[in-house]
């Protein structure tokens, strides 16, 4: 006789969804209750699922950021409290810990696409979710994490001969910090890297002219498509 004491949890669907896609029964509204409970293995199960039906860069553009921005709203209208913020977006790191993509030793043999956080920049959850992209599609990633000062990032890119850099910050006073990265990229070796730009300030207009980057934007789907045109690019040997 089965015992249901053993079966695994799973997250409360509408009933009324049934028979839907599950992009309309695990709705960011759902993932969002999950990461504000502070239930990391409801929300890795959910996203999983999403996972089987579209692709990685979609599930982290669409459910991952839509729940993320439904605990921004719950906490600046006073819904949720700070806790609640920051409890929700340490729940989806773990989360995205456990749907990491398991490539094995195949995921150390691609061109290396270094990630970081712009010199007080402590938003990581971009940076990761782009790093779980680019290894999926071949790239070997070392992601610094935040707050990387510029001279720092400069001497590891030229140290371990980077072939994509990708910066994120979330505020417009992160400018200058992202301006002296590139600065420091530009400085690192004799050719142009290419260099990305992410988070909110990514995503205003006119700030990749701006700051002599070359893509910037706050679509995964969108920096995974100029990262893919960079990794044709590359010359044999280097991919």
Do not use: K
């Amino acid at each position: 006789m089965n015992d249901d004491r053993d079966a695994p949890a799973l997250p409360p669907v509408d009933p009324n969804a049934a028979g839907e896609g599950l992009g309309t029964a695990y709705s960011p509204e759902l993932l969002a209750s999950l990461l504000a409970d502070g239930d990391d293995d409801l929300a890795a199960w959910t996203i999983r699922h999403a996972l089987a039906e579209a692709t990685r860069a979609e599930v982290y553009d669409g459910l991952v950021t839509d729940a993320m921005r439904l605990v921004g709203q719950r906490w600046e209208t006073g819904q949720w409290g700070v806790a609640e913020e920051h409890l929700a977006s340490q729940t989806l790191l773990r989360a995205l810990e456990r749907v990491r993509p398991d490539l094995g030793t195949d995921g150390r043999i691609g061109p290396l696409a270094v990630l970081a956080g712009a010199a007080g920049e402590h938003h990581m959850i971009g940076l990761v979710c782009l790093d779980h992209i680019l290894s999926e599609r071949g790239w070997t990633v070392a992601n610094l994490g935040a707050d990387v000062p510029a001279t720092d990032l400069g001497a590891f890119v030229q140290r371990n001969d980077a072939m994509l850099v990708a910066l994120t910050a979330s505020h417009a006073a992160r400018l200058s910090a992202v301006a002296e990265a590139v600065t420091a990229l530009r400085a690192a070796g004799p050719l142009r890297l290419p260099v990305m730009l992410g988070g909110a300030l990514g995503a205003r207009p006119g700030v990749a002219a701006a700051l002599d980057i070359d893509w910037a934007g706050g679509s995964l789907v969108d920096a995974l498509r100029f990262a893919d045109r960079v990794f044709a690019d590359l010359p044999a040997g280097a991919a």
